[in-house]
């Protein structure tokens, strides 16, 4: 078990600073560095097996709320939303969290793990071999795929603990508007998914019973508070950066840092 002045004073801190730039570089809120990270420390410091998933993924979704509102501020700053776009999306995405979310506390951590894993390691092959590159003037939203597609990417995103950047970016850049838009309507996105996966977290003290000090339902609050600090401070640097970066470059980026997740995923 790790000492705790070096995971609140050095490993917290670093996970924060890193998750925190790479969600406003990338408009995501952050999961698919804070799960494995957790996992981790988790691991390490004791908690039972049987629940490191489930504190991995509801301790990530309480971290999300800080970094997708730092987010949020950030790219609508920018210039980098589609408010009809989002308008759409939020109330079915909310809808699926809630579903998905709800449904892991039936699941075992170690396949969550995997099916986690698997399903990063599909967006970053779909990233590099099969979005249209195509760009659309227009930002109005279709009525009839936007709801839809909110109910799956909620119900994924409340399932696999992540804030849908993952998938909404694919799915938006798939309709082909512009990656920067796209990543900071993801970035606004990711607030309610966060809001309710915390939520529903902290609701599974109700007929969940661990041992876990410090803990509300699936959620540890140590890692959440030192974490989110830091993830606060370092938004806004990665927001900033993307501006410098050419749209294609931080696609195939984005696709590179999922891959390489998920195949830490596997082997740890």
Known sequence: MPDNSILF?????????????????????????????????????????????????????????????????????????????????????????????????????????????????????????????????????????LPFAGIIIGSISGLMGIGGGSIVIPFLLFLGYETRKVIGTSAVLTLPIALTGAAISALHMIDIHTSVPMSLGFIYFPALLTISAFCVISVPIGAKTLGFIPQERARQIFAILLFITSLRMFFF
Do not use: Q
């Not at 390490?44 to 309480?62: D, N, Q, R, V, Y």
């Not at 039936?106 to 990063?120: D, V």
């Open 9 to 145: 004073f050095i490993i917290f801190p670093i996970v924060g600073i890193f998750t925190g730039f790479l969600s406003g570089m990338f408009g995501i809120g952050g999961s698919i560095i804070i799960i494995p990270a957790l996992y981790m420390i988790f691991d390490k410091i004791g908690i039972p097996k049987s629940e490191l998933m489930h504190f991995s993924i509801g301790t990530a979704f309480s971290i999300m709320i800080f970094t997708s509102i730092t987010n949020t501020v950030s790219h609508i700053k920018l210039g980098n939303t589609m408010p009809g776009i989002i308008a759409k999306m939020i109330p079915s995405l909310i809808a699926g969290v809630i579903i998905g979310t709800w449904s892991i506390k039936y699941i075992g951590s170690e396949s969550l793990k995997k099916i986690f894993a698997s399903f990063l390691i599909l967006i970053a092959i779909d990233l590099f071999i099969k979005l249209s590159k195509r760009i659309r003037k227009s930002e109005t939203p279709c009525p009839k795929t």
